[in-house]
């Protein structure tokens, strides 16, 4: 993942930055699966490596393939990221041992959630029953999230075509 | 595009059955297993795309209309609030699924199910909508060449 991450910062042509993407999510996934996140993988090899990975290539496919020359010195970005990833490395020294299961995270709801999800719902897969009802509020903001971008989406690219349409003499074939 | 290759058009017909019906299975076996609405709606989504790439978007869009997708993005919210709806109107909290069904752990099942599916709805009508927008984009850019 380090060797791809590098890549993806040097290389100029943003064909091979996008394919770079999408080995990188796809990477990304197996460690999911590996951490016993089945539900997290399955949506990142679907949506990170797969569908975004093509609307990317779309977009390449509507403007151009080569990255621009950065206009700026590179030197005050880089020093925000140094400072950003210093800080994490250092709050994540106080952070509980991995996997531990006394840590905070893992002692604050979940336990009641385990226990109370069989007989209250009768759905095995507790991520599922977490995530549609108890957190059924936060699923409803999130699916609300989904139709904003798709009508932001639909807004820019297909209203914008009806006005090309008129002014090109030639709009032909476009069933 | 890429609908000349004779060994991609076979593939991918062989290829789109098993996709469709594991979106199906990760639909319909989410309480069980691994999955739910976004992952199905996801892999319909791809599934979808993959058809699109190698057959061409007038072929895709009589398969899916451009219209019905455009519909399946509010109808999913539109699901999922409905059923909130449902259970404020038998009496109870918005969103609170016990009142569906006779027993309070029947109806969180069902209003689960239902969720889900206007999950499913809205992510696979979305995703596919984005990605004929930019799709019809590129064959338009096509036509001024």
Do not use: C, W
């Amino acid at each position: 993942m380090v060797a791809v991450t590098i890549g993806i910062v040097r290389l100029r042509n943003l064909f091979a930055v996008v394919m770079l993407g999408g080995i990188y999510s796809f990477l990304m996934a197996t460690i999911l699966y590996v951490l016993d996140a089945v539900d997290v993988s399955m949506t990142e090899a679907a949506v990170g490596a797969g569908i975004s990975t093509v609307l990317l290539l779309a977009t390449l496919a509507v403007t151009k393939v080569r990255e621009a020359a950065p206009i700026h010195p590179p030197a005050l970005p880089l020093a925000v990221a140094l400072v950003t990833g210093a800080a994490l490395i250092y709050a994540s020294v106080d952070m509980p041992p991995f996997g531990d299961p006394l840590g905070p995270g893992h002692q604050h709801v979940a336990p009641e959630y385990i226990a109370r999800v069989l007989p209250e719902t009768h759905i095995p897969n507790a991520v599922t029953s977490v995530l549609a009802s108890y957190r059924g509020y936060d699923t409803l903001g999130e699916t609300t999230v989904i139709f904003t971008a798709g009508i932001g989406v639909l807004a820019l690219l297909v209203g914008r075509r009806r006005p090309r349409r008129s002014d090109g003499a030639s709009g032909g074939g476009n069933a | 595009m890429l609908h000349d290759s004779v060994i991609l058009r076979v593939v991918v017909k062989l290829l789109l059955p098993p996709i469709l019906l594991y979106a199906l299975y990760v639909q319909a076996h989410g309480e069980y297993g691994p999955g739910g609405g976004f992952q199905a709606g996801v892999t319909v989504a791809a599934a979808m795309i993959l058809y699109t790439l190698i057959f061409g978007v007038p072929e895709a869009q009589r398969v899916v209309p451009f219209a019905v997708v455009r519909t399946m993005v509010p109808l999913g919210v539109l699901i999922y609030g409905g059923v909130g709806i449902v259970g404020l109107m038998l009496g109870s909290h918005y969103l609170d699924y016990t009142v569906l069904a006779a027993s309070p752990p029947d109806g969180n099942h069902i209003g689960v199910v239902l969720v889900e599916i206007g999950v499913f709805v809205t992510v696979s009508g979305t995703m596919l909508s984005i990605f004929y927008s930019f799709s019809s984009k590129i064959e338009d850019g096509e036509d001024a060449d």
